[in-house]
T-cell receptor, first 115, second 114 residues
C-alpha cells in the first residue's frame, strides 16, 4: 500500500526567504511523485512531477523538488518565496509499476508568506 | 493540459436530499476520477469512471451512496445521495488529459449539508 506523509501542517515564512516543504512516501514498489498547489477557493494545480530520470525536478513558479529514493522523500523547495505563494501544498504518489492512475495524497502543508 | 468545468461550485443542501455534480472536460479522456476533500483534510479517491462501464469504487465508498454516470468521453456526474452533515466536503473531479500523469482537477464543489 502507498501512503504519503507531509511532516508540517503549517509553514510560515517571510517574503523572499527560502522554503522547504517536506514529503515522505511509503511504497513497496516504484512510484510516481507529484506536488500540487491549491489556492484559496480553487482547484488543484500541478506544480511538478517525478516519473523517471533526473531526480531533481523543476516545476512552475520557481519550485523544484528532489526525489531521494534512499530516504523515500520528495521535498519541495523554492529559493525565494513571494506573497502569491501563500496556498495549500499537497504531495501525492501513484503506483509506478502497474501504472495505476489514482493518486494518494498527503494531508497538505499550508504555506503562509509573511510580508 | 485538459480544462475541466465543474458545477455547481458550491451548494447548501438539506439532509436527506441528493445533489448531482457535473464535470465537463474540453477533450476526450478515458478515465475520470472523483475525489472528496473533507474539511481540513486531504483528498481521498471515491471512484474511477470509465466510459461505457460501471465505475470502480474505493474502499469505504458504495454506488448506492455515490452513483456515477459517464455517458461519453468528456462528461461525468457524481451524485451524493441521502445526504447527512458528514457529507459536507469539497468534491473534485480529475482527469489525465496528457496521458502522461498530467492530472488536472476541477475547481471543486463545496457542499454543506444542514
Amino acid at each position: 500500500a502507498q501512503s504519503v506523509t507531509q511532516l508540517d501542517s503549517q509553514v510560515p515564512v517571510f517574503e523572499e526567504a527560502p522554503v522547504e516543504l517536506r514529503c515522505n512516501y511509503s511504497s513497496s514498489v516504484s512510484v510516481y511523485l507529484f506536488w500540487y498547489v491549491q489556492y484559496p477557493n480553487q482547484g488543484l494545480q500541478l506544480l511538478l512531477k517525478y516519473l523517471s530520470g533526473s531526480t531533481l525536478v523543476k516545476g512552475i513558479n520557481g519550485f523544484e523538488a528532489e526525489f531521494n529514493k534512499s530516504q523515500t522523500s520528495f521535498h519541495l523547495r523554492k529559493p525565494s518565496v513571494h506573497i502569491s505563494d501563500t496556498a495549500e501544498y499537497f504531495c501525492a504518489v501513484s503506483d509506478g509499476i502497474t501504472g495505476a492512475n489514482n493518486l494518494f495524497f498527503g494531508t497538505g502543508t499550508r504555506l503562509t508568506v509573511i510580508p | 493540459s485538459a480544462v475541466i468545468s465543474q458545477k455547481p461550485s458550491r451548494d447548501i443542501c438539506q439532509r436527506g436530499t441528493s445533489l448531482t455534480i457535473q464535470c465537463q472536460v474540453d477533450s476526450q479522456v478515458t478515465m475520470m476520477f472523483w475525489y472528496r476533500q473533507q474539511p481540513g483534510q486531504s483528498l481521498t479517491l471515491i471512484a474511477t469512471a470509465n466510459q461505457g462501464s460501471e465505475a470502480t469504487y474505493e474502499s469505504g465508498f458504495v454506488i448506492d451512496k455515490f452513483p456515477i454516470s459517464r455517458p461519453n468521453l468528456t462528461f461525468s456526474t457524481l451524485t451524493v445521495s441521502n445526504m447527512s452533515p458528514e457529507d459536507s466536503s469539497i468534491y473534485l473531479c480529475s482527469v489525465d488529459g496528457t496521458g502522461n500523469y498530467g492530472y488536472t482537477f476541477g475547481s471543486g464543489t463545496r457542499l454543506t449539508v444542514v
